[in-house]
């Protein structure tokens, strides 16, 4: 099938509703670009995963919206534009989208990664690179958590320097549940993932067969029935965002066992202290490592200070 592209430069104020009324008249699909991309003009959008930011499109906005070759395009843009009340149909134009292979085109967009020493992310269409090292198969999905981020990759990475061989493990926010098989890929006995999204929980499950990996994931209600109801664990980890992080801080604390180590990410630098705040009445957190502006706290119950940071254990 063969599409059309239409492309309205537009003021950011129309620019969502604009878009919601392209859907409604027929439109495919429909986005929203920073007409100024490329120019000094250019201004980012910023938003912490899963957060929508404050503005939702640019002073100067591009709306694309994707229709069929043979639809009448000038026909959608009025609709559109009447239905959210313009007096006259923006102008807009127009542009051939070639015939793809839409999915190998998709695939060849991700490729292996590496994390750490030794971790390869690999999606299933790819060869390992190493095949000696700790291959996780996972294709990029709904679910967050493909080791992409430098969240979810400060949390790899400390688990890699912190083995726990027969140790139990939570995973709490697990997402595709990649932590969770990192660790028990690393060695790691009891490993069990928690997170609120049953569909994250059904992309989790389906990861970790995948990978050959024995874990236990559930929502919080089925987590709190099962048999590790009242469990604490040797290592909990929890890659979500700072403000639901400070909100857990108790629960979170009292699911680590005496001795045991928590490990948070989600976390901003600029975040780090009011989130350790949060927790220093249970547990003293201090910055692991940093990535691209995030951050890893780790602290381990009944240390008096939260343990070195990677680059100190490291002698940088």
């Given at each position: 099938m063969s599409f059309t592209e239409i492309v309205i430069e537009i003021a950011r104020e129309h620019a969502e509703s604009l878009s919601d009324?392209?859907?409604?008249?027929?439109?495919l699909s429909v986005s929203v670009e920073d007409a100024d991309e490329g120019t000094e003009d250019e201004k980012p959008l910023f938003g912490e995963p899963g957060m929508?930011?404050?503005?939702?499109?640019?002073?100067?906005?591009?709306?694309v919206a994707?229709?069929?070759?043979?639809?009448?395009?000038?026909?959608?843009v009025a609709e559109a534009a009447a239905a959210i009340g313009l007096q006259a149909a923006p102008a807009f134009a127009t542009r051939a989208v070639a015939d793809e292979d839409w999915v190998?085109?998709?695939?060849?967009?991700?490729?292996?990664?590496?994390?750490?020493?030794n971790i390869w992310v690999v999606p299933s269409w790819h060869e390992a690179p190493d095949p000696d090292g700790l291959i996780l198969e996972v294709d990029p999905g709904l679910a967050f958590g493909t080791g992409s981020h430098p969240t979810t990759r400060l949390c790899m990475e400390w688990l890699e320097a912190h083995p726990a061989p027969g140790q139990s493990v939570l995973d709490y926010g697990c997402g595709s549940g990649i932590l969770a098989m990192v660790a028990k890929k690393l060695g790691a006995a009891d490993?069990?993932?928690?997170?609120?999204?049953?569909?994250?929980?059904?992309?989790?499950?389906?990861n970790a067969e995948r990978n050959a990996c024995e874990i236990d994931f559930y929502v919080p209600d089925d987590f709190v029935a099962s048999r590790h109801g009242d469990s604490r664990f040797d290592i909990v980890v929890a890659n979500i965002l700072s403000s639901p992080l400070k909100l857990m801080a108790p629960m979170l604390s009292g699911r680590v066992a005496d001795g045991g180590s928590?490990?948070?990410?989600?976390?901003?630098a600029r975040q780090a202290e009011e989130v350790a705040a949060a927790y220093a009445p249970f547990i003293k957190l201090g910055v692991w490592a940093e990535h691209d502006g995030w951050v890893a706290l780790h602290g381990q119950l009944g240390l008096e200070s939260a343990p070195p940071s990677r680059a100190a254990t490291n002698g940088e």
């Open positions: 009324a392209l859907m409604e008249a027929g439109a929508v930011p404050e503005q939702a499109a640019w002073d100067h906005s591009r709306v994707l229709t069929g070759a043979d639809d009448d395009q000038a026909i959608i190998r085109l998709t695939q060849s967009q991700f490729e292996p990664i590496h994390i750490g020493k490993v069990t993932g928690v997170d609120i999204d049953p569909q994250a929980i059904e992309s989790a499950r389906l928590l490990i948070l990410s989600g976390v901003l």
